[in-house]
């Protein structure tokens, strides 16, 4: 059965997609630059529960996403990615295959769950509502800068009132990956000055005062293996930008890792050593 389904409201664009319209759609393929693609569902569309994206990012640097929904209350979003091998991705990017069913099972073994921004749909409206969350790209920092990524996006809608669709509505999705852009400076320094005079600390260019954190990530083949949160104590300034301080004495254990600064929406990662020694990345002076 031919379907004129996906509008690409900022082109105006008609997009013809095989379906059989089971209880899920196979997941499309996107540009996530913030255009938005949006759906018109009416009564034969009643049995659907899941609406899903994709789309591929390259690099070895964490990025945010953006994600922004609107259409009947009762949506849930969640969001998941992993990293490619490099036969992998070309095998699927060669294809252009928009199935993500395989992804899980064979074409991306690596595959895994990102912190999801689950959220619900709500508001004030009984019956449409608006919503804007963000989600992380997490990447190997220690990994090549040709690594490549998938990202997906699931919107479900079990929850939706099924009356919404003998009406018909609208649903539609912008998602934006956004590239930290500031200053990522970044240095373990083996002993430090001042309040933690002694200590081995990690200095990072600033993502936004306050409500920091960083993600010390241990990767093995392409997957995070291990996570340690650690809080931000501190902002200094050095040669007129801004740093975050973090207490890293009982994390200096060995072996290459992540590191990953973020305030919650924005973040970026860089590779260093988890040994006390003077580093420096991306041109700490």
Same mark, same amino acid.
């Given at each position: 059965?031919?379907?004129?389904?996906?509008?690409?409201?900022?082109?105006?664009?008609?997009?013809?997609?095989?379906?059989?319209?089971?209880?899920?759609?196979?997941?499309?393929?996107?540009?996530?630059?913030?255009?938005?693609?949006?759906?018109?569902?009416?009564?034969?569309?009643?049995?659907?529960?899941?609406?899903?994206?994709?789309?591929?990012?390259?690099?070895?640097?964490?990025?945010?996403?953006?994600?922004?929904?609107?259409?009947?209350?009762?949506?849930?979003? *969640?969001? @998941? #990615? &992993?990293? +490619?091998?490099?036969?992998?991705? /070309?095998?699927?990017? !060669?294809?252009? $295959?928009?199935?993500? =069913?395989?992804?899980?099972?064979?074409?991306?073994?690596?595959?895994?769950?990102?912190?999801?921004?689950?959220?619900?749909?709500?508001?004030?409206?009984?019956?449409?509502?608006?919503?804007?969350?963000?989600?992380?790209?997490?990447?190997?920092?220690?990994?090549?800068?040709?690594?490549?990524?998938?990202?997906?996006?699931?919107?479900?809608?079990?929850?939706?009132?099924?009356?919404?669709?003998?009406?018909?509505?609208?649903?539609?999705?912008?998602?934006?990956?956004?590239?930290?852009?500031?200053?990522?400076?970044?240095?373990?320094?083996?002993?430090?000055?001042?309040?933690?005079?002694?200590?081995?600390?990690?200095?990072?260019?600033?993502?936004?005062?306050?409500?920091?954190?960083?993600?010390?990530? *241990?990767? @093995? #083949? &392409?997957? +995070?293996?291990?996570?340690?949160? /650690?809080?931000?104590? !501190?902002?200094? $300034?050095?040669?007129? =930008?801004?740093?975050?301080?973090?207490?890293?004495?009982?994390?200096?254990?060995?072996?290459?890792?992540?590191?990953?600064?973020?305030?919650?929406?924005?973040?970026?990662?860089?590779?260093?050593?988890?040994?006390?020694?003077?580093?420096?990345?991306?041109?700490?002076?």
């Amino acid at each position: 059965m031919k379907l004129r389904y996906l509008i690409l409201l900022t082109l105006s664009l008609l997009v013809d997609i095989q379906s059989s319209f089971a209880r899920d759609l196979e997941p499309y393929l996107i540009t996530p630059d913030g255009r938005r693609y949006g759906m018109n569902l009416g009564p034969n569309e009643k049995d659907l529960n899941n609406i899903s994206v994709y789309f591929y990012s390259e690099g070895n640097v964490s990025n945010a996403v953006s994600v922004e929904v609107m259409g009947p209350t009762g949506i849930i979003g *969640t969001a @998941r #990615g &992993g990293s +490619i091998g490099r036969r992998d991705g /070309l095998r699927a990017l !060669k294809t252009n $295959s928009p199935v993500i =069913k395989s992804y899980t099972a064979r074409q991306y073994p690596n595959y895994e769950d990102m912190p999801s921004f689950t959220t619900a749909m709500t508001s004030n409206d009984p019956i449409f509502g608006y919503v804007g969350a963000w989600t992380h790209i997490h990447k190997d920092a220690c990994a090549p800068k040709t690594s490549r990524y998938v990202v997906q996006i699931n919107l479900d809608l079990s929850k939706v009132d099924r009356a919404h669709f003998d009406r018909g509505f609208s649903l539609t999705l912008a998602i934006s990956e956004v590239k930290f852009g500031g200053t990522t400076w970044a240095s373990i320094k083996p002993s430090s000055d001042g309040k933690y005079h002694g200590e081995p600390i990690l200095l990072m260019g600033i993502v936004g005062y306050g409500n920091e954190r960083v993600n010390k990530q *241990t990767w @093995r #083949g &392409g997957k +995070i293996v291990a996570t340690t949160q /650690l809080p931000v104590v !501190k902002y200094v $300034s050095w040669h007129g =930008k801004g740093l975050s301080l973090t207490r890293v004495k009982d994390v200096l254990k060995g072996g290459k890792h992540t590191w990953e600064l973020t305030d919650g929406k924005q973040v970026y990662g860089v590779c260093l050593k988890a040994v006390r020694v003077r580093q420096k990345v991306n041109g700490y002076p």
